[in-house]
């Protein structure tokens, strides 16, 4: 192999740092399934005192499915709509409502649902955090309203930060 | 497994819930390809009145296809319109049209049509029930202009709740 | 409409029919949600006797997603072939692997798993019947070997058969 | 452009041909939606004679859906095999069964479902021909054995060619 001369300078450099690192790996925290199913049934019980029938998604930190359920009566129509509320908000880190105020005709990221096989940009996807405030997967609720589908994906991210799992 | 001690709570109080349920099986309406056949012709029927040709679905409770026909004439690109506007309309037990009033830029679930493959959110789409009042399907319509679609598709989705069959 | 005479006939003679039918509704019996976490549930357990993580996903009775579980450090790429088993055991009404046996090279349905966005035809996909024997719904189990698969797919189905629900 | 000389003949010919040609477009004879219903309801007729529970399709000469019918109880599943058979013998102006001798392992187009978005290529679907021997569309049939599907396939094509319609 031919190499530019400047790239294998950087070569040695990188091989001279692997020789000194300490060999620490990328760390990331991820969701178990049992922290998933707390957040699962957090959010059915909350949706059972609201008395409306949702969607529930969990997907962890590398934004794949980890638990879903549908409650009866609930609309076939969020079932994809929770999974994809959960993966844009751990696409993004964020509330999907907050991402939705800037995906508006004239908004800087306008038309960003078209990307990753569909986003959801309105409220019910939030980001779940362990206690030490790192994200770790994400949960997304559809079936009620918009405020509902927020609380109730709020109520089921909260059971994990507040710990008791 | 060592499950955390709320989890081993949550999946007792299940249990205990399940142990008192009176193990009811959820009864779903279906509707029967004799229903479907009779909106698709009475859809077809108002079609001609109106002298417009169009792509007429009905899918079934579970939003599948169920039943399907393109009148001559109409446009191509009709056919998955069609398709789209009948399972949006079951996905969500609504009228389309009333759908698309809430996608709007600035409304509460604008650009939800990039969920489930594709939603069709302006008018033409309607549940089909029963004599009962029960969503057992919905109709598509499309090919003519969205009032004519409506139209067109609520008179096949009357067909059935009017007793005719 | 110019009709030929044939197809006017055709017509009339469904006419008859459909006036002289009773008008019965088709009624599908659907899985409910405390079933289908119960079926989860019986499944995980059993993977958990064998040592084994796996995916486990349940479908209603219109193959629509209705519960979904993945285990911790279960393959990502089980995800898909588990709710694809679910489905396709839903599909076709018959356990994957004994519809492999159908779609090898020279098999009566040779690469039928390019239909419905694709199948998944080996073990680990069974419907699930209630009491009553009436198929409900589907569980697809991913992520062991396939004979684990069909393991502990069976275990969540024979979960509703039983009856302890 | 140096095309070689019996090439440059080629147009030199058709260019005549053109000049000479009194502008006829193409006539693609394209199968009708009076036609469409009366392959379906031949072909329902048959399989209710039959007592096996089909979905039946049929494409037009573009490969294009024209009509559909999921009769009770027929497997979810058979909707898009149905579909995609009705399609395949379009593509191809060949019986599903027969294309499928040639994609086995070693055959000639061994392979050939990966493409058009998935073929299938086992019996029941079977080109449509009006009584000059013209093919104007396709039919497909799933849910039986595949020598049902294609017994009742057969039966709804032919009653466009025997000119009952």
Redesign the interface.
């Known amino acids: 192999m031919d190499l530019p001369k400047h790239f294998k300078i950087g070569i040695a450099t990188l091989a001279l740092l692997l020789l000194t690192a300490k060999g620490q790996a990328q760390i990331a925290q991820d969701i178990?399934?049992?922290q998933?199913?707390?957040a699962l049934?957090a959010a059915k019980e909350k949706a059972e005192e609201s008395k409306v029938s949702v969607n529930i998604a969990v997907v962890?930190a590398?934004a794949?499915?980890?638990?879903?359920?549908?409650?009866?009566e609930s609309?076939?129509?969020?079932?994809?709509?929770a999974i994809?509320k959960a993966k844009t908000a751990r696409y993004f880190n964020i509330d999907t409502g907050k991402l939705?105020e800037l995906?508006?005709?004239g908004g800087i990221i306008y038309?960003i649902?078209?990307s990753n096989g569909?986003?959801?940009?309105?409220p019910g996807g939030i980001p779940i955090k362990n206690q030490e405030g790192q994200i770790i997967g994400a949960i997304g609720v559809s079936g009620g309203?918009?405020d509902e589908d927020r609380t109730i994906a709020t109520a089921g991210a909260n059971s994990i930060i507040d710990g008791?799992?």
Chains 1, 2, 3, 4 share one sequence.
């Open positions: 178990t399934h049992d998933a199913y707390t049934l962890d590398g794949n499915l980890k638990a879903f359920i549908r409650m009866d609309f076939l129509g969020s079932i994809d709509v994809k939705g995906t508006q005709p038309n649902e078209h569909g986003l959801i940009t309105f309203t918009i008791s799992n």
